[in-house]
């Protein structure tokens, strides 16, 4: 589904980011991209999600090599890849399922299609009752379910999570685990991006560690820590 | 290629975030219509400043006297002769019994014992023809042009009136140009600094929607369309202050001043309604459409 194909990525102020990276993500999988703040985590999530391009190396995306798009093929690339963020990153100025219904909006759907899909995807993360409600009448919780029904609702390859718990304390944070874990089993790609020691050893996915650019460790059923 | 429903639902959803970021859009608004009424203001004075040129423009002409002795074929022959010179817009015969008639109305109140000797039967002034001129730059040819023409005695114009009036347009025409070019550039600065800012309040929905897979042009063609909606509102509201308040000082100008000829209020709505709409819906538009450049980077 992913591949990292000896990837290396050097910013213009010469940081290296990630040294000669390869890795491969297949499909259905649930990840987990450990290490410290630096490591080169973003690094990867940003790549792809085509925000920045590698140095060298390749990028292949559902069997298609994906370094280098077009600024125009980009978008619809996206449209593959559902994203949520440590910050939720809502319009406040939408409601619920407005919110929602913006992530099928832009991709040029039908109405009639939007009314269908958005309220599947609001009730996969439980919220079906608040679909009025505007961001700032939730609690993080709810607006982190917000935003992985928008990052769903167009039912994509891949999911990825950066630091999707970060904001929220340890009950909240297993609640989005459930969802994330059942938007994994209906057969979404997951990769996601964490601080939670406590979570990854929860869950025994598999754990790639990456620390200076490069992965040191890469689990099948792994936990945060070396052991 | 955009079709029809898909345009339909950009200006639908300009109008529902016009409608969300009310503020903003008032603000923007008020921005369109202060920036176009002062510039409205700048060019009504403009054009009132050009209509009083143009008039003391049109008083300048050339005195052709004509030779006491000539018969009427050859005075004939000389109007024939001016009529073919190019650039006059007017000729007015005036014979010597009428060019002493006003002498005389212009002298009489002071010194009606000058002209004690002169009568319809002894008068000394000449016949002449007042040639007026399309316009006054090309006075100095028209004139060479007429020194060529039999039976003239003498040619008489005010060359420092002309050079005065010619050089007094000539400044304004170029002070005009330069504000004009100053006012407009402050005017789209002030309006696209507005829509920036409007945007840049803007730039995390602009962000997600990137993020979620629209298209630059997605993300683009609402804005563009709403910088319209906000142009097109602030140049009618521009225009509308503008005809009211001119027509005020119109009325007040001429109740006090008789003599100053102004611009009536209808050249407002003859003349500026569909410049300015146009003016103001580009300026919305194209305002929108740099200022996005920058956030559509992600």
Known sequence: MIEFVDVTKVYDNHTLALNNVSLTIKKGEFVFLVGSSGSGKSTIIKMLFKEIEPTQGKLIFNNTDATNLKKSQIAFYRRNIGVIFQDFKLIQTLNVYENVAFALRVTGAKTKDIRKKVPIALSLVGLSSRFKSFPNELSGGEQQRVSIARAIVNNPKVLIADEPTGNLDHETAMGIMDTLIAINKSGTTILMATHAKDIVDSMRKRVIAIENGTIIRDEIRGTYDDN | MMTINTFKYY??????????????????????????????????????????????????????????????????NIEQELKKISGIKEIEFEDKAKALEKFTQQISDNNASLLDNYSPSNNPLPNLYRVKLENPEISEKVISSIKNIDGIESIGNDKEFTDKILSISKSIKWIGISLFIFMVAVSVFLISNTIKLAIYSRRKEIEIMKFVGATDCFIRWPFIIEGSIIGLIGAISADILLYYIYKIVFSKINENLLLVNLLSPSYITQAFQWQFILAGIIIGGLGSSWSLFKFLKV
């Open chain 2, 11 to 76: 200006i639908i959803d300009a109008l529902k975030s016009l409608k969300r970021n009310l503020t903003i859009s008032l603000a923007s608004t008020i921005t369109v219509t202060i920036t176009l009424f002062i510039l409205g203001i700048f060019f009504i004075i403009m054009e009132n400043v050009n209509v009083g040129i143009n008039n003391a423009q049109s008083q300048i002409e050339i005195n052709v006297f004509l030779k006491d002795d000539i018969s009427n074929e050859e005075q004939e």
